[in-house]
């Protein structure tokens, strides 16, 4: 034999909105710890942006300057400093595109959330149906 729910329509409605409120702050969290865990991806691939920018502008500035003086001693250092800029230039650009292509990868939006949210928001509409 089944027990039946002594409780009251206004006790029922109150337990669904503490209920309801309570989920909402759990995805709320899940969705914080979401976009935490994109932040940090995406804000190392930003790094790899800078030291690549940094990488290429220091090798521009050493190298280049004592490879046009090493290349000076064989062909003109006109030549030499074209050369050692294209080659430390190419290097930087490998840099820089490897970050961005890794960035581009990156989805920001928080799916784990979305995909809960959207099975409570199933949940909540079979239980008034």
Do not use: C
């Not at 995805?27 to 710890?33: D, N, P, S, T, Y």
């Not at 199933?122 to 239980?127: G, I, R, S, T």
């Amino acid at each position: 034999m089944q027990e039946k729910d002594e409780r009251s329509i206004g006790e029922l409605f109150a337990q669904l909105s503490r209920e309801t409120t309570e989920l909402f702050r759990h995805e709320v969290q899940l969705a914080k710890a979401e976009m935490s865990q994109k932040a940090s991806r995406v804000g190392k691939n930003v790094g790899f942006l800078v030291v690549g920018g940094v990488v290429a502008y220091t090798g521009v500035l050493a190298l280049v300057a004592a490879g046009i003086i090493l290349l000076g001693q064989v062909i003109p250092y006109w030549l030499s400093a074209g050369i050692i800029g294209l080659v430390i230039a190419i290097i930087g650009l490998f840099l820089v595109v490897k970050g961005a292509n890794t960035l581009r990868q990156e989805d920001p939006a928080p799916r784990e959330t979305v995909e809960t949210l959207k099975e409570d928001s199933q949940w909540l509409k079979n239980q008034k149906g």
